[in-house]
T-cell receptor, first 115, second 113 residues
Framework: KAGVTQTPRYLIKTRGQQVTLSCSPI?????VSWYQQTPGQGLQFLFE???????NKGNFPGRFSGRQFSNSRSEMNVSTLELGDSALYLC??????????????FGPGTRLTVL | AQSVTQLDSQVPVFEEAPVELRCNYS??????LFWYVQYPNQGLQLLLK??????LVKGINGFEAEFNKSQTSFHLRKPSVHISDTAEYFC???????????FGTGTRLKVLA
């Protein structure tokens, strides 16, 4: 079974630009969550999508948005990029959600550098 | 959980020595606890989890952790580490009734030859 895939793996943008990251979950998984990982901050939860609906949201500004398609693939968009948005963005999929009894499987991440 | 604390940002240890990575959390409700490992250029992989039952939990690659409710801790241990255990380790918590993982800031384990 293929794992969670994320594209692109690396991305360099400049301040003010926007970016779209993509995540393909494990086949059959309906939940996709996004995290931002930065040194010293660990992983910060961005949002979770389940069956095309945003079900949970972290404490990030509105510049961070996402969506999920009918095939469970998800995209995350960041508009008006700031230097502080440089991070590793991780996607995780699970069968039914992010509850404790639903194991999350993580992708390798997209490393975004904002210059 | 209000927070998850991993006090040690880096832990160097010699090969075949034992290691303990510390994790403490703060919460006023029941929690579920997890340890994840992240190898270079890879995503996170679940090492072990505590959901209920025995407070001593065994995971993959010879790791184990013990849930101590009174001390609000979930320390990760391995009796003898290998070079291949060099990675970053994250402790995470979910409060009962919620769906959000709260992650610690990670501990970088470096195993020395």
């Amino acid at each position: 079974k293929a794992g969670v895939t994320q594209t692109p793996r690396y991305l360099i943008k400049t301040r003010g630009q926007q970016v779209t990251l993509s995540c393909s979950p494990i086949s059959g998984h309906r939940s996709v969550s996004w995290y931002q990982q930065t040194p010293g901050q660990g992983l910060q939860f961005l949002f979770e999508y389940f069956s095309e609906t945003q079900r949970n949201k972290g404490n990030f500004p509105g510049r961070f948005s996402g969506r999920q398609f009918s095939n469970s693939r998800s995209e995350m968009n960041v508009s008006t990029l700031e230097l502080g948005d440089s991070a590793l963005y991780l996607c995780a999929s699970s069968l039914a959600g992010t509850g404790a009894y639903n194991e999350q499987f993580f992708g390798p991440g997209t490393r975004l550098t904002v210059l | 959980a209000q927070s998850v604390t991993q006090l040690d940002s880096q832990v160097p240890v010699f090969e075949e020595a034992p290691v303990e990575l510390r994790c403490n959390y703060s919460s006023s409700v029941s929690v579920y606890l997890f340890w994840y490992v992240q190898y270079p250029n890879q995503g996170l992989q679940l090492l072990l989890k505590y959901l209920s039952g025995s407070t001593l939990v065994k995971g993959i690659n010879g790791f184990e952790a013990e849930f101590n409710k009174s001390q609000t801790s979930f320390h990760l241990r391995k009796p003898s580490v290998h070079i291949s255990d060099t990675a970053e380790y994250f402790c995470a918590v979910i409060e009962a009734g919620t769906y959000k993982y709260i992650f610690g800031t990670g501990t970088r384990l470096k195993v020395l030859a």
